[in-house]
């Protein structure tokens, strides 16, 4: 499970390598004046909790790391993370960290970087073509099966289900959606599944859902694939006097994704009922240690590292690092046999932002 102290431990070379990154003191954007190398940030958006999060470890780690930073926003918009790459290759970039929330479209970009020798690291998301030097993201299909099995369970294997789903252009949305489809059809057949396509909107996923409860007042279960719902969600279900504790049959079970700190709490007051972590400190610090590692000439093989995770190889010549991402509950009781962590543990970075 990830742990607030793996902050601390430095990444190693597996299978048999070993790379001790180098600490020192940088700065966000403004140099630190001394030899630090240069790497583009771009940020996916800043319309989320999570995201904020994330931009808000980025420069602590660069100061860790001896990584000067030059830090963009592409707001969610493809052409403007195409647009902040190019503007990073005339600043002279060595390194560039980006979370293309389009994994279709950053391709070109990539092979142009590639020919500059410049190398990438993708967080969050997995290039649908292209290389990268390394992707640090979780298990995105663990996700999907992590919240079909908590409800699956709570609502002992029958109800209606709504997916408020996330962009289906992006890897995260679609490895989500098509993990939880298949354990639903798998483990629980006797539920009906309602995919409602939000493209990470939240005004588009609230409006959804509300369709879906005029049509379906019986759902019982709401999977929400990021935060980014969570308000729209809470209103609806407030709206229809169906904030009930989860022995009442009247009872919603939602569970979201991303381990936001309003999560945490809306799970502690009985307003939700699980989320699953995503590590947005974790992130941050391997995506720069990742990128610092590729400028220092460091090569990862497939296998555990010494951060709790695993390095797979996705196709050939692209690498990923997936971090743990564990299902929170109220009590921690284990879901499907497998584990979980209450709402107040205080490995959760939702706990410590």
Not at 19 to 38: K, M, R, Y
Not at 63 to 79: F, G, P
Not at 290 to 300: E, L
């Amino acid at each position: 499970m990830e742990r607030r102290a793996l902050l601390s431990v430095g990444l190693t070379v597996l299978l048999g390598a070993s790379a001790t990154l180098a600490a020192g003191c940088g700065d966000d954007g403004t140099g630190s004046g001394g030899s630090a190398q240069l790497v583009g940030v771009d940020y996916p958006r800043s319309d989320t909790d999570f995201w904020n999060s994330y931009i808000r470890y980025v420069p602590q780690f660069a100061d860790e790391l001896d990584v000067e930073t030059k830090t963009t926003n592409s707001q969610n918009d493809i052409a403007n993370l195409i647009s902040n790459t190019q503007a990073f290759m005339s600043q002279g970039v060595k390194g560039v960290v980006m979370a293309p929330q389009d994994t279709a479209a950053i391709g070109p970009t990539l092979t142009q970087l590639e020919s500059r020798d410049i190398p990438v690291v993708t967080i969050d998301t997995r290039p649908d073509t292209g290389r990268v030097f390394m992707v640090v993201r979780a298990d995105n299909r663990a996700y999907g099966i992590k919240a079909c099995q908590f409800l699956g369970t709570k609502l002992g294997g029958t109800g209606k289900v709504v997916m408020l789903q996330g962009g289906l252009d992006s890897i995260n949305g679609r490895d989500r959606t098509e993990a939880f489809n298949e354990c639903m059809r798998k483990d629980f057949p006797g539920i009906t599944v309602f995919g409602e396509a939000t493209d990470w909107k939240a005004d588009v996923a609230a409006s959804k859902l509300q369709t879906r409860f005029a049509s379906d007042p019986d759902v019982r279960g709401i999977y929400m694939q990021s935060s980014f719902a969570l308000s729209g969600t809470l209103q609806i279900l407030k709206q229809r006097g169906l904030q009930v504790p989860p022995s009442d049959p009247k009872h919603v079970f939602v569970v979201s994704n991303d381990g936001i700190p309003e999560e945490l709490k809306n799970i502690g007051e009985g307003l939700i009922d699980a989320t699953v972590s995503q590590p947005a400190d974790l992130y941050a610090r391997y995506g720069l240690e990742y990128v610092k590692a590729a400028m220092d000439g460091k090569t990862f093989q497939p296998g555990p590292t010494d951060h709790g995770s695993t390095i797979i190889q996705v196709r050939d010549g692209l690498l990923e690092d997936q971090l743990p991402a564990p299902l929170v509950t109220l009590d921690g009781a284990p879901i499907a046999g497998e584990p979980t962590l209450t709402f107040d543990d205080a490995s959760l970075w939702g706990n410590n932002a």
